[in-house]
């Protein structure tokens, strides 16, 4: 079978999905075009700013695909195939992820655009919303901290080409540096020259591919230029990436976020239609094996696939961006549904082409013992070289859309990170941001900076690589805890029999497989040597905890009406 079989069939699915149960959720909750919403009557520059649904969806789609959808699928394939891989994928998108970002965005709307754990104090108690709080802290530092290194790894470790070249990770982190400027020039243009943002698309789009174009010409190899091991210059761009996210989480959004999100979005959707031209005209077979075993490594497949595919299938990150930053900006509810349902299975379909970039390779190649985003990156490489452009430039493409990902996603995580510790500590002055800046960026620091060696190799292992199933367990145990969430907003306030089905069922799944997870290496960590010195055991009995006072606190909630007042910003679903 080729893998142009695969793209089609995905494609269909996912089409077909949105114009009949994305329409179907539409009804249900009984999207309003003439509610007022937050961001129209709120509207102050700063952080409550309508805007355009194909400017919105761009912002969007690139603040919530962040590696995920890429690392995800790759890392599943290389343990149990690409079968299952892409069921996860496919199902989940539309019937799960795809209902949990409609649903939390929708909620936030008619909640005069407050956060989901604003809706869980007034839906549930101040205890909930306390442990939401500090639930979704601890999920966001991993976040960063997952992200942040795996970025850093891409500027510092070469790419293998097909002839036997290499793409240094200097030339990524070149491109990278070019591509971070472009946004805030382009930012501060339409803020004081008044550049239409037309024009500043016209101009600003184009400098992206000469971004990339200068990345191979100018390695920027942080080892070489300070005479350092590779690991130490990974952790020294740890440490700049964070440095980053600490700036990037105070300044305006016109100022970085809007800018970039609108850049990345068309950027990605490039990268989107690069990957569907590759598979229209590449010609690739499938050569990776379709189902590989019920058992791997890190464990058997359920609940394994389900915590490793988090971006692409669902993730719980996404109702920190829909209810944190993208409902400040929603201008009408119908906005809702593409936004929503709509980049959710979009990254469905960027998690699909990222399973067709291992799909292509046998089981013997070498890289499928690197990384899933040189993976990734190579796939992008090979496609790009059949239409004439040199692989290197094509691997830099690819390597640029990873982390264009990633940015946005560590600068929203550290800006809701930042929301979070003003929110407890009620300290909301310019000191008070700079302060909640730093410790949310600091944080992570304290996990990239540690050196974890495999026992049997002697070999380091990355710090994304240590934490990704804690983050992947943590990240849909997040889901589960907004669909929570919805699910007791909706049957205090409506108590219709759909909710059970649509809502209620993928509350269940995502709770249920990710504190098995979470179980599993609790449970581990007791009986395994060494276990009680792993940070995964502790913290895993710790997001049990949290978990189970938050089902404590649903099922109570479920016993009551929605209070007077409780529902505003819009109309009831």
Wanted: hydrophobic share 55%; net charge positive; aromatic share 12%.
């Amino acid at each position: 079978m080729g893998l142009l079989a695969i793209a089609v069939i995905s494609t269909i699915v996912i089409t077909v999905a949105y114009a009949t149960y994305g329409r179907l959720l539409a009804r249900l909750f009984k999207l309003d075009p003439n509610a007022i919403t937050p961001a129209v009557e709120k509207n102050d520059g700063q952080d409550y700013v309508p805007i355009e649904t194909k400017f919105l969806m761009g912002q969007h789609f690139s603040a919530i695909a962040a590696a995920g959808p890429i690392v995800g699928p790759i890392l599943a394939g290389l343990l149990f195939g690409w079968l299952p891989a892409l069921a996860w994928i496919l199902i989940g998108c539309v019937f799960i992820g795809g209902t949990h970002d409609f649903s939390v965005l929708i909620a936030s709307v008619r909640h005069n655009a407050c956060s989901i754990t604003e809706v869980a104090r007034r839906h549930m108690s101040r205890r909930a919303f306390l442990l939401f709080l500090f639930f979704i802290w601890i999920a966001l530092v991993y976040v960063i901290v997952v992200f942040t290194d795996i970025t850093a790894s891409a500027f510092v470790y070469a790419t293998d080409l097909e002839n036997g070249r290499k793409v240094p990770g200097g030339a990524i982190a070149t491109s990278s540096l070019f591509y971070l400027v472009l946004p805030i020039a382009m930012g501060l243009l339409m803020r004081y020259a008044k550049l239409p943002l037309k024009w500043a698309t016209i101009i600003f789009l184009p400098l992206i591919g000469v971004a990339i174009w200068a990345g191979p010409k100018m390695p920027f190899n942080l080892d070489e230029i300070l005479n350092v091991s590779p690991s130490n210059a990974r952790k020294i761009w740890d440490a700049i990436l964070l440095a980053y996210c600490l700036v990037a989480s105070l300044v305006p959004m016109w100022a970085l976020l809007q800018p970039r999100g609108h850049l990345g979005g068309y950027f990605l959707y490039v990268v989107l239609a690069a990957g569907g031209l590759g598979l229209l005209f590449g010609g690739e077979q499938i050569r990776f094996p379709a189902f590989k075993a019920w058992d791997s490594p890190r464990g058997t497949l359920a609940p394994i696939l389900f915590i490793t595919i988090a971006c692409g299938a669902c993730s719980g990150f996404h109702a920190l961006v829909s209810s944190g930053t993208t409902s400040k900006q929603i201008k009408n509810e119908r906005q809702t549904l593409a936004t929503g349902y709509g980049a959710m299975l979009l990254e469905g379909l960027v998690a699909v082409v990222s399973l067709c970039f291992l799909m292509m390779l046998a089981p013997d190649n070498p890289l499928t013992k690197k990384s899933p985003n040189f993976i990734y990156a190579n796939g992008i490489g090979r496609f790009l070289s059949r239409a004439g452009i040199p692989q290197e430039v094509g691997i830099t493409f690819g390597m640029l859309a990873f982390t264009t990902f990633v940015y946005d996603t560590l600068d929203v995580s550290t800006r809701l990170g930042r929301y979070i510790i003003e929110e407890l500590t009620g300290w909301r002055s310019k000191g008070g941001k700079v302060f909640a800046g730093a410790v949310m960026s600091g944080a992570p620091m304290l996990f990239v900076a540690r050196t974890a060696v495999d026992a049997k190799t002697g070999v380091e292992i990355p710090a994304w690589k240590t934490f990704w199933d804690l983050f992947g367990a943590s990240n849909q145990l997040l889901a589960a805890l907004a669909l929570m969430t919805v699910t007791v907003w909706l049957f205090r306030s409506n108590r219709g029999k759909w909710i059970w089905p649509a809502l209620g069922l993928p509350t269940a799944i995502m709770y249920i497989m990710s504190t098995w997870a979470l179980a599993t290496w609790a449970i581990s960590g007791f009986t395994v040597a060494g276990g009680l010195s792993k940070p995964t055991t502790w913290v895993a009995l710790l997001l049990l905890g949290l978990a189970a006072w938050m089902l404590v606190e649903a099922i109570i909630a479920f016993r009551t009406k929605v209070p007077p007042g409780a529902e505003c910003g819009g109309s009831n679903a």
